[in-house]
């Protein structure tokens, strides 16, 4: 396939299932992340199937980002498609006992890390008058629940700084989609919980969630559609979550 494609939060979970099927379907990957061991691995295991190229940031950086993007090797400069994936949730609680850092966390990752990825890489993609960026929002974007208001907030910006881009982007030939998942069993929740394995674990008891996988293939079907074609929202779900 001839297009470059960059996905933040590539060493796990949605990211890394997305990565491993775009390689296997040629595509050029450019795969981010904090954790360069990971990037290293990953890249060790498909770079078999396709061009793949690691770029090590944490999307907080903007400094870095701008500089690493620049700085791109010739045959990845051109990136025709940014999966915006990175983010996380940080902590569960009441508002009245929130912790500010990770409240820091899930607004600087999830809303102004994206934010920054996407000033970075747009400006080529307006003056190719083509690209398609694709943004990972969640149903904590569509709906709210108790204990998560502020990773709810984060996710509802992200799925209105996705409409805003839409709109903005238009006229200059360049798609914006956004995929917004329910529950999908990654290292989600081993963050939200800092690291508790068994809580985290809890969380997909007595039903069957989504694999990072399900949302790789519907990620696959957005990207793989024709140019005349903007799948604009999904909201996938388990068929056990309504
Ligand atoms: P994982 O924890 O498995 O993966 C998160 C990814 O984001 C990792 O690759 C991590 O890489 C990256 N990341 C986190 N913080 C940063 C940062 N500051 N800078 C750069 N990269 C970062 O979770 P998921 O795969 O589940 O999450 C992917 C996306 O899907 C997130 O946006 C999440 O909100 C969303 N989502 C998840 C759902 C779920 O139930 N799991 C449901 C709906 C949406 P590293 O640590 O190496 O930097
Ligand atoms: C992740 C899904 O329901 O835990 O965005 O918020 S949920």
Known sequence: MNKTILITGATSGIG??????????????????RRKDRLVELKDNLRHLAKIHILNFDVRDKDAISKLIAGLPKDFREIDVLINNAG???????????????????????????????????????????????????????ETYPNGAVYCASKHAVVAASEGMRKDLNPHGVKVSTISPGLVETEFSEVRFHGDK???????????????????????????RPDHVNIGDMLVLPSAQA
């Open 16 to 33: 890394k299932a997305t990565a491993e099927l775009l390689a296997s379907l040629g595509f050029r990957l450019i795969l981010a992340g």
């Open 88 to 142: 996380n949730a940080y902590g569960m609680g009441p508002i009245h006992e929130g912790e500010l850092d990770d409240w820091d966390n899930m607004i600087d990752i999830n809303l102004k890390g994206l934010l920054y990825v996407t000033r970075a890489i747009s400006p080529q993609m307006v003056e190719r008058k083509s690209g398609h960026i694709i943004n990972i929002g969640s149903l904590a974007g569509v």
């Open 198 to 224: 068994e809580k985290a674990a809890s969380v997909y008891k007595g039903f069957l969630p989504l694999s990072a996988f399900d949302i790789a293939e519907t990620i696959e079907f957005v990207v793989t």
